[in-house]
């Protein structure tokens, strides 16, 4: 069963910066698309940037010139590089991927559990 495992979410101060991970548990044949989604309490989730396997990302307006994603195709990971971080940017951010387990069966959508940024003074 494929877990897609995420980290380096937390609290940060206004202006500050985190950088989240996500990478797959578990043996898989090749990941396409991948990207970041937050919810906000109250809210419903929303796109935050996605990249595809050759590095052509989209992003959210209201975290470009901000956020950046990226990948690392060899380590099936992709990252999310946040900067001058706001607290309307406070959500619990999820990674999400298509990922194709085994060459015969084509790929499915797979999230992950979230993890917690808080921007807050």
């Known amino acids: 069963q494929v877990q897609l495992v995420e980290s380096g979410g937390g609290l940060v101060q206004p202006g500050g910066s985190l950088r989240l991970s996500c990478a797959p548990s578990g043996s898989i044949f090749s990941i396409y698309n991948m990207g970041w989604y937050r919810q906000a309490p109250g809210k419903q989730r929303e796109l935050v940037a996605t990249?595809?396997?050759?590095?052509?990302?989209n992003y959210a307006d209201s975290v470009k010139g901000r956020f950046t994603i990226s990948r690392d195709n060899a380590k099936n990971t992709v990252y999310l590089q946040m900067n001058s971080l706001k607290p309307e940017d406070t959500a619990v951010y999820y990674c999400n991927a298509a990922v194709q387990v085994v060459s015969w069966i084509p790929s499915k959508s797979y999230w992950g559990q979230g993890t917690q940024v808080t921007v807050s003074s």
């Open positions: 990249i595809t396997r050759d590095h052509s990302a």
